[in-house]
Every structure is written in C-alpha cells, then in structure tokens.
C-alpha cells in the first residue's frame, strides 16, 4: 500500500491553491461598473457644484455691495454667515466623496477653491465686524480693504471651480482630465 499524504497537508495545499483566486475576485470591475461609478459620481457632483454656484454668485454680489456700501451691515453679515455655513456643510460631503481615479487631482483642486472661497467670505464677514467697532469712524477704509480682497477671493474662487467642474462633469475615460491654459484654447479652436 503507497504511502498517504498527510490530511492536513491537503488541507492547507488546497487553501493555499484557492488563497489567490480570492484575493483578487471582486477587483476586477466590468466597463459597466466604471460607467456606472462614473454617472454616480457626475450627478451627485453637478447637484454641488449647481448649488455652489448659485451660493457664491450670490456672496459675490454681495460682497461688492458691501464694497460700494449699498447694503445693511447686519443683513450683509446674517447672509454671509448662512452662505457660509451652508458653504462648509457641502465642502465636508465633497471631502467625503470618492472621485475616479483619474480625477482625483481635479477634484482636490475644486475642493481647494471652495476653501478659497470659503476664506474670501470669511474675509468679507471680518470686514463688517471691523465696522461694528465703536471707536471706528463710519468710512473706515480697512473694512473696505477686507470687502475687496473677499471679493477677489470669492469671484476668482469660483471663476475657477467652474472651469474644473465643466471638466469633472464632460470627462470621459481615455482623454486628459486637466484643466490649463493649454488645454482650454485646443478645446476652443
């Protein structure tokens, strides 16, 4: 009678066959998968960036009324602060978010500008608390260097942020995901 190998040396030759196959099962995605990813994440990112704009279009202007001083200083900081904070609560679920790989750097990017953004209105809000002062005179021009350098932040925030979502939103898979001088005036020509 041959010699039989030992029972548990089968066992554990078996587990160690299979081991491989198990570790990579479920990597590999279908093309289906990534277009299905892909739709996901352009719809729940045009909801944000929809809603972004509209909120720093509306900062913006009034920013520069802050600037022209056409507009109450109490109204100005309520509209501010609940900009804001509208503002933060959609930046902590775009941190969360998970952007395609290749989009990863364009994303990081917009979400650099709404911070950017979110710092131009800050600027803007300090500005009204230096007018709130008692020993400063109504015309103080320090406010209005605070309303002018938000305004920039806020305008140029979202000048860019609608230049990298109209490429997160068009991009398909094979062509460059980059948003640069470059790349703008191929696309235009």
């Known amino acids: 009678m041959p010699p039989r190998p030992p029972v548990m040396l089968?066992?554990?030759m078996a587990a160690a066959s299979l081991l491989p196959a198990s570790l990579f099962r479920g990597k590999?995605?279908?093309?289906?998968?990534h277009a299905r990813e892909l739709m996901h994440y352009r719809s729940i990112l045009a909801g944000y960036t929809g809603r972004i704009d509209t909120t720093l279009g509306e900062l913006g202007e009034?920013?520069?009324a802050l600037r022209r001083r056409d507009v109450d200083i109490d109204e100005a900081v309520d509209r501010l602060a609940s900009g804001e904070d509208e503002l933060d609560v959609i930046a902590d679920e775009m941190r969360e978010m998970e952007a395609?790989?290749?989009?990863?750097?364009l994303h990081l990017e917009y979400e650099a500008n709404l911070e950017r953004a979110l710092r131009g209105i800050v600027?803007?809000?300090r500005g009204c608390g230096l007018t709130r002062q008692r020993h400063r005179p109504p015309d103080d021009e320090e406010a209005l260097a605070y309303w002018k350098r938000g305004h920039a932040n806020i305008v140029h925030a979202r000048m860019r942020m609608?230049?990298?979502?109209?490429?997160?939103l068009a991009w398909e898979p094979g062509r460059p995901?980059?948003?640069?001088?470059?790349?703008?005036?191929r696309r235009d020509a």
């Open 177 to 185: 995901a980059e948003v640069s001088v470059h790349t703008r005036l």
């Open 62 to 64: 009034l920013s520069d």
């Open 162 to 168: 609608q230049e990298v979502a109209e490429v997160l």
């Open 100 to 105: 395609p790989e290749q989009l990863h750097e």
């Open 28 to 33: 590999r995605r279908s093309f289906t998968g």
């Open 123 to 125: 600027t803007a809000e």
């Open 10 to 12: 089968v066992v554990v």
